[in-house]
């Protein structure tokens, strides 16, 4: 009988992981981890968490390489903190949380980012990986994380559904047919100093790949301008009451 290793592709990527990032010349790394699914049983989880954390650290070797353990544990609190204080061992530049918004209802990612933010290494940047709507990162900060990345925002705008100060905008809406407002009354991005939603509309329905430029342009230009506001409430004291005036708002479809 030929016994099969199911962690035998973990242990494969994580020890040629770090290799690869040295062959690119990253400045940085996020450890390699196995992608842990809601139905696998509790010690299945914990072997596969195990079996790609200790790999991939033991395997990078660049110190001038910064490295961003990544948590894992699915949504079972215990299992958070334990892979928390795990990577905490190996956190020098900072700290990455994965796993989360995979599916799961918002409040479930909302209430392990609450348990998570009293553990976390102190004056460490902390990253949630693939997150998310602006309401999200509401959200995440007002839980103690600093940097996210996300697809959301260009991905969306190809599709016609754009974020504003006043809420979500889906352009391929038929009252938008004749509007000659721009997408957000509010924003200084080219797009909007430019073009009206009509316009914009047109594109996306003739299938010109300029609408979907415009649309990106602006989406990016949005989350910019969201995190540049987001940084001074916070620098201000005044983030509480930032967070409470558009955490609604920034998630209404208009």
Do not use: W
């Not at 994580?14 to 842990?36: E, H, K, Y």
């Not at 987001?230 to 009451?241: F, P, Q, S, V, W």
């Amino acid at each position: 009988d030929v016994k099969i290793n199911p962690f035998e592709h973990i242990i494969f990527l994580n020890q040629r992981f770090p290799r690869l990032f040295d062959r690119l010349a990253s400045n940085a790394m996020i450890s390699q981890t196995a992608t842990v699914l809601i139905f696998y049983p509790i010690l299945i989880l914990t072997q596969m968490i195990d079996s790609s954390s200790h790999l991939c650290y033991n395997f990078h070797k660049n110190e001038k390489q910064m490295l961003f353990p990544i948590v894992q544990g699915n949504f079972y609190k215990d299992l958070r903190e334990e892979s928390l204080e795990f990577a905490k061992k190996y956190a020098k530049c900072g700290i990455a949380i994965g796993g989360l918004s995979v599916g799961e209802p918002k409040d479930i990612m909302y209430k392990l980012l609450s348990v998570m933010q009293p553990h976390y290494p102190e004056n460490m940047p902390r990253y949630l990986m693939g997150v998310g709507t602006p309401c999200n990162l509401l959200e995440a900060v007002h839980r103690g994380i600093d940097f996210f990345d996300c697809v959301m925002p260009s991905r969306n705008a190809r599709h016609g559904q754009l974020f504003t100060s006043k809420g979500i905008v889906n352009l391929n809406n038929a009252k938008y047919m004749l509007d000659e407002e721009p997408i957000d009354t509010e924003c200084d991005c080219p797009v909007c100093k430019k073009h009206s939603k009509a316009y914009i509309r047109h594109l996306l329905k003739a299938n010109e790949m300029l609408g979907m430029r415009l649309c990106v342009i602006h989406n990016l230009h949005f989350y910019n301008t969201l995190m540049e506001k987001i940084r001074e409430a916070l620098d201000n004291g005044t983030y509480k009451e930032f967070h409470d005036k558009y955490v609604d708002l920034l998630d209404t479809r208009i």
